[in-house]
């Protein structure tokens, strides 16, 4: 079995605005005091000594929380776009509470998130590729490390995305997507790609 905890990386400004971040990479999108905070106290309570590595996605915020995560152990580190947040397209950057007011038939108002049919109007990355490279990324990780303990650090869809792909719900919004610095863990059976969702959304 390959075990995969995937964190979600702490908090940003940008987070705390309300606004849409996709693969926005500047300075409103780094971690923020909270943030740090929460890096920090993750590593307290989750000492991630036994794992192998750390997979990270290529933006600030990730490899900021990856680098706080691994402070005492040290272990090896890579990156991987397939780890990348959902790209928003043209809502990259735009606040989420002024985009639900303007095209609230494509939110779930309960969530306060886009729904699947948001992608044409913002030229947006659909759920569907988020969950096809995700599922690359899976399959290719369980091939290299049939018997590995994988600590990724990525983002709330993408950690989403990873968790639909095994649950395959009807409806995507069933599922929230986690909070910031909370862990989700999968494991995957080597032999026959076989996936099981072992817990998710745990805050520390």
Do not use: C
């Not at 397939?82 to 735009?94: F, K, N, P, T, V």
């Not at 303990?149 to 599922?175: C, E, R, Y």
């Not at 909370?182 to 745990?202: A, H, R, W």
């Amino acid at each position: 079995m390959t075990e995969f905890y995937l964190v979600r990386h702490g908090q940003t400004n940008a987070n705390l605005a309300g606004i849409k971040q996709g693969i926005i990479n500047d300075k409103f999108t780094y971690l923020n005091d909270r943030g740090k905070e929460q890096a920090r106290n993750l590593r307290t309570k989750f000492n991630i000594q036994f794992a192998d590595r750390l997979i990270v996605s290529p933006l600030h915020r990730t490899i900021e929380t990856a680098a706080i995560l691994n402070g005492t152990a040290k272990l090896p580190v890579s990156y991987d776009d397939r780890l990348l947040e959902i790209s928003y397209g043209m809502w990259d950057g735009q606040k989420n509470a002024n985009l639900e007011a303007e095209f609230p038939e494509v939110f779930d108002h309960h969530l306060h998130d886009v729904l699947p049919a948001y992608a044409p109007l913002a030229n947006g990355e659909t759920f569907e590729a988020v969950q096809k490279r995700v599922a690359a990324f899976t399959k290719s990780m369980t091939k290299k490390y049939p018997d590995g303990k994988l600590i990724i650090v990525t983002h709330g869809f993408t950690v989403k995305a990873f968790t639909l792909n095994a649950l395959q719900p009807a409806d995507p919004m069933t599922l929230p997507e986690p909070a910031n610095t909370s862990v989700t863990k999968l494991t995957v059976e080597s032999l026959t790609g076989k996936q099981y969702l072992e817990f998710y959304n745990q805050r520390s």
